[in-house]
């Protein structure tokens, strides 16, 4: 059988810590292949060892048959191998194809040489030619649609003769429609020849873009299966990623609705983006709003603490109306957060863990002269971390040190130690695997024991498995409201991508 790509037998320690362990990775040409794992599974340093920025203790690798020695990112680009990590980054007053040509404009040696930007446009156009695809290189990213901005970041990384593309999470950021967009321009790039690996924690989309997969567990590939009639079992998957049988991925629902309404929205509206939603959320149980990306659900869940001014309607919490002016004034109300994007919105990427735990309620560590008392502060972040099993060797770590799944607990940890009446979780798991994804449910229904849980997310499959009722949203606007017993993903969806009725 004929691979482009065989790493067999791949080390890598750190500290004595065993990231991979004789792992392997075979991508045949022409091929998108999966690389499927939960967080910490080996996938990310797999990947790193490949593009030169980890230098493997043992091992081997070998391009189209022939042995490579790839020890700096420098040679994986002169091997053919060029990544997309997940989010690229761009100067965003550059043009598309200043942007592909960063660091590369070919400009002679001599301290004040001009670039010939003319040059660079005519090169990206013969790019964009080589690759079909209907993009204005001249627009600056700044104006670019996130599905624009990655295709960029493809670009960039073909236009250094690229024959094997790492792809790490790229749907992260698009909507259905630039999903759709993009997968596209992957199969154009198979037929072109490039071969793809292809990183993601939504198994749907493996069906859609893949030929193969590979599944990767404590630093081992422990299956490589190809993938016949564009069809993956993910049941049969998360087994492989998890190494045990998966029995629920969702938890048992509340026995019986409550009718303590703790939290009431009454014909709510932010002017552009969503009008007239009403809904209440009941103590004891779990609320989902679901919708397209793009329908008004992050708006709604910026209105509802205080992060984005609503235009009319009314909040109250047990009763009483809410004023809220800012996130603080929400979070002084009982109210809490679990933003979509953690990374921006929801930790403090370079302080630790037991900061980032007690920043929102860092009154309940201050003690004399208004000075936090650093060990309440560590011992109230141990305990979080012990509650909700993160995964790290000390609370004074830094965030943006952990894991996807980490990163994300932390910061429903912040909410524990607010000791919130309202928990809003909007797109709680992006980016986070399988098993982590059964943590954070389960932590959520055990919050709804004592509080009010509303779950915002653009997944049906995740509002309907958590949610014990459920709301749809369609361009700002209900349209179908009603428990989640006997409630089904297809009427869902078709709620979800048209105008209709609202059901009690």
């Known amino acids: 059988m004929s691979y482009i790509l065989e790493m067999r037998g791949i080390c890598k320690n750190f500290a004595g810590l065993k990231a991979l362990d004789g792992a392997d990775l075979l991508v045949k040409a022409g091929e998108a292949h999966a690389l499927l794992g939960i967080n910490g599974a080996g996938k990310s340093t797999m990947i790193k060892v490949l593009s030169g920025v980890y ?125 759709h967009t993009l997968f596209s321009f992957i199969h154009t790039l198979k037929q072109s020849g490039v071969s793809i690996i292809y990183i993601t924690h939504h198994l749907d989309e493996v069906a859609q873009v893949c030929d193969s997969f590979s599944v990767y567990r404590g ?77 008004g659900i992050d708006e709604l869940s910026k209105v509802l603490v205080g992060a984005m001014a609503q235009t009319s309607g009314e909040i109250a919490k047990d009763g009483k109306p809410l004023r809220l002016k800012s996130p603080a004034a929400a979070i002084r109300s009982g109210l809490f957060l679990v933003p979509g994007n953690r990374k921006t919105e929801g930790y403090l990427h370079n302080l630790s863990i037991a900061v980032n735990v007690t920043i929102a309620r860092l009154e309940k560590a201050v003690r004399r002269l208004g000075m936090v008392d650093r060990r309440l502060e560590t011992k109230a972040a141990q305990e979080v971390v012990e509650k909700l099993s993160i995964a790290t060797p000390t609370v004074l770590k830094k965030v943006n040190e952990l894991s996807g799944g980490n990163q994300q607990k932390v910061v429903i940890g912040k909410g524990l130690y607010a000791d919130a009446d309202v928990y809003i979780f909007c797109e709680p798991t992006v980016g986070v695997d399988v098993g982590a994804k059964s943590g954070i449910y389960e932590m959520m229904r055990k919050l709804a024991a004592r509080a009010a849980v509303i779950i915002i997310t653009s997944e049906p499959e995740e509002a309907l498995g958590n949610a014990d009722r459920v709301m749809v949203i369609y361009k700002g606007e209900t349209t179908l409201q009603k428990d989640a017993e006997g409630l089904t993903l297809k009427e869902m969806l078709v709620h979800a991508i048209s105008s209709g009725e609202v059901c009690a």
Not at 124 to 147: C, H, N, Q, W
Not at 149 to 174: F, G, H, M, N, Y
Not at 229 to 247: P, T
């Open 219 to 295: 630093g081992r590939c422990v299956c490589r299966e190809e993938i016949v009639g564009g069809a993956v079992d993910s049941g049969h998957i998360a087994e492989l990623m998890l190494g045990e049988r998966l029995s629920q991925l969702y938890p048992p629902r509340a026995k019986a609705l409550s009718a303590d309404v703790c939290l009431s929205v009454q014909n709510l509206s932010l002017e552009g983006r969503f009008e007239n939603l009403s809904f209440a959320a009941r103590r004891g149980e779990v609320f989902g709003v679901f919708g397209l990306v793009g329908s």
């Open 55 to 179: 230098t493997r203790d043992s091992g081997e690798i070998l391009l189209c048959g022939e042995p490579a020695q790839i020890a700096t990112p420098k040679d994986a680009i002169a091997c053919g191998i060029s990544a997309v990590y997940q989010d690229p980054q761009m100067v965003e007053s550059y043009t598309g194809y200043e942007n592909i040509y960063l660091g590369h404009e070919g400009a002679c040696e001599a301290l004040l040489a001009g670039i010939n930007r003319r040059a660079l446009r005519n090169m990206a156009r013969e790019l964009v030619a080589r690759y079909p695809f209907d993009i204005d290189v001249e627009k600056p990213v700044y104006m670019m649609s996130s599905v624009e901005r990655e295709i960029i970041a493809i670009l960039r990384a073909l236009s250094k003769e690229c024959r094997l593309l790492i792809l790490d999470e790229p749907t992260s950021i698009l909507t259905e429609k630039e999903k």
